[in-house]
């Protein structure tokens, strides 16, 4: 009978060690399995495996079994791979207290796993926890490395920016002093450390010490440029230095800033890039009207042009569109022979293409016949102006905004050369048409009302001419916005038109004035030569 007994109990222990070695090999099966999906990214399959792995392991191994703990990170990083941070943070978190259990509490992997939940609570803005976090972070990383270490300091630069994204910026401010002397010892000549002089600028900026940003940014620029960091992550910083120098009243400074940025960018994503081509294109407009640089606009075309020809070859509507540009500026600076050499090559595109009695080409017959005007080619002018108004008429519509266009054009030509009953002539017809196809509102409503008060003006038919532009002042209103240069340029003009009125409208001068001022202001162009223009001409009229 004891003989049985014995061999009953062998049997039953046996059987234990086998049950218990089975699942210890299933949940080493498990965790290969989501080893395997996580590295082939199928996180889905992996979280699967990972969680029967956790179950099965918690039973068999142990919590604190170093296999088991490696299951729970992985756990928590396939949730992250799938930006599920909420998940992830919950594992983590579990990854934390199964450390200090296994007695690991102070290790590199604490401090690791602490900054991991610092750094996705900040992008879930748990901005509390993510506090919490870092703090903790930091205690962990004092025991294990020091507080002179480069692991210390790279957790503070978080820290330090948790305070910068909350835009608490005193408190930045002084948690970046703290860090300088450590990064300086740490981190000089690396990517990080060029981040963190770019992200004091931050400060500085969200403290309105412009002044401050615009020579940390520079600092920031200089050790980027030391570093083997892509252009492409720190390319805006030389958009940003631009835009601080223009703010601080460093005209000539920004302008070289704006052309360091323009290069730079074409380093970072080549000049094929269609970003590209959109930016220096909205800087070629902001250094013509914003900062009054109309030579600087003009190489900024060019650069656009170049791209264009880089991107789409040189008999493209591309090119010839900014072909047209180009001319238009020569125009405005009375370089004619350069202004009918370009409007010539965009119209022989376009009549390669197919395209001369396209929108496009409608505007260079137009541009073509502004040059001929200049050169005093009257006869060729008012012919290419009466051609870009039929083509526009027959190939697209007396609702075709080319159509209005080309009415005004020609309109704009009579007026000079004092042919004023043709004008009037145009003028009406393109007010008949843009009223009963577009309405009153309608902007190109808008700029036959402005080609009829140049009309009334040029005749010195002030009142009329005063009617007139501020029905324009309206529409344009409606249509731009109050705070847009279309606008303010109106009531600029209306200003002007006050002005001559004489002594009369003397005070409504001065007060039109006044609000173009302001609302120059309002657009950023406060200390631009068009306001300088304006105060010369209050003083002016005070003086009388």
Avoid: W
Wanted: one cysteine or more.
């Amino acid at each position: 009978m004891t003989k049985i007994i014995k061999y009953l109990l062998s049997s039953v222990v046996f059987f234990i060690f086998l049950s218990s070695n089975s699942f210890a090999q299933n949940f080493n099966t498990y965790f290969a399995d989501g080893k395997a999906a996580f590295d082939q990214k199928n996180y889905n399959k992996a979280i699967q495996k990972f969680q029967t792995a956790r179950s099965v392991g918690k039973e068999t191994i142990g919590e604190t079994h170093p296999d088991y703990i490696l299951n729970i990170e992985f756990l928590a990083k396939s949730y992250e791979a799938q930006k599920d941070l909420g998940n992830a943070n919950i594992y983590y978190t579990s990854l934390e207290k199964l450390l200090v259990k296994s007695g690991n509490a102070v290790s590199n992997k604490m401090g690791d796993t602490q900054e991991i939940i610092a750094d996705n609570s900040l992008v879930m803005k748990n901005f509390p926890q993510a506090d919490v976090y870092y703090q903790k972070a930091l205690t962990t990383r004092e025991k294990t490395s020091g507080k002179t270490s480069k692991a210390y300091a790279t957790t503070y630069h978080k820290y330090a920016r948790l305070y910068l994204r909350g835009r608490k910026y005193k408190e930045a401010e002084t948690m970046y002093r703290n860090l300088e002397d450590l990064a300086e010892k740490t981190m000089k000549g690396s990517d990080e450390y060029a981040q963190i002089l770019s992200e004091q600028a931050e400060v500085f900026m969200g403290l309105k010490r412009v002044d401050e940003a615009t020579i940390q940014l520079s600092m920031s620029i200089v050790a980027y440029e030391k570093t083997k960091a892509p252009k492409s992550t720190y390319v805006q910083l030389y958009l940003q230095e631009a835009s601080l120098l223009e703010k601080t009243g460093q005209r000539d400074a920004a302008i070289k800033s704006y052309y360091k940025y323009v290069d730079n960018l074409a380093k970072a994503i080549t000049i094929q890039n269609p970003k590209y081509i959109t930016e220096v294109e909205r800087l070629a407009i902001h250094l013509d009207e914003k900062l009054s640089a109309p030579e600087d606009a003009y190489n900024f075309i060019k650069k656009k042009l170049d791209a264009n020809i880089a991107t789409h070859t040189e008999n493209s509507t591309q090119v010839a569109a900014t072909y047209i540009e180009l001319a238009e500026i020569e125009i405005t600076q009375n370089n004619v022979p350069l202004a009918e050499q370009y409007s010539k090559k965009a119209l022989e595109t376009y009549q390669k293409l197919g395209k001369e009695k396209s929108p496009e080409g409608i505007i260079a017959t137009i541009t073509l016949a502004r040059v001929n005007s200049k050169q005093k080619k009257d006869t060729e002018a008012e012919k290419l102006y009466k051609k870009a108004i039929a083509d526009a008429e027959q190939n697209l519509s007396d609702k075709h905004s080319s159509y209005g266009q080309a009415l005004d054009s020609l309109a704009f030509f009579y007026i000079e050369r004092k042919r004023f009953e043709d004008a009037e002539q145009e003028i009406q017809k393109g007010l008949d048409t843009r009223e009963k196809n577009m309405g009153k509102q309608h902007i190109d409503y808008g700029n036959s009302l402005y080609s009829l008060s140049r009309l009334y003006s040029s005749q010195d038919s002030l009142v009329k001419a005063e009617k007139a532009l501020k029905s324009v002042a309206k529409v344009r209103e409606g249509y731009y916005g109050a705070l847009t240069l279309e606008h303010v340029t109106c009531i600029k003009e209306l200003g002007d038109l006050y002005a001559k009125m004489g002594e009369e409208k003397k005070v409504v001068a001065l007060k039109t004035y006044r609000r173009a001022i302001s609302l120059y202001e309002g657009i950023g162009m406060k200390d631009s030569p068009v306001v300088r223009e304006i105060y010369s001409k209050i003083d002016v009229i005070n003086a009388q």
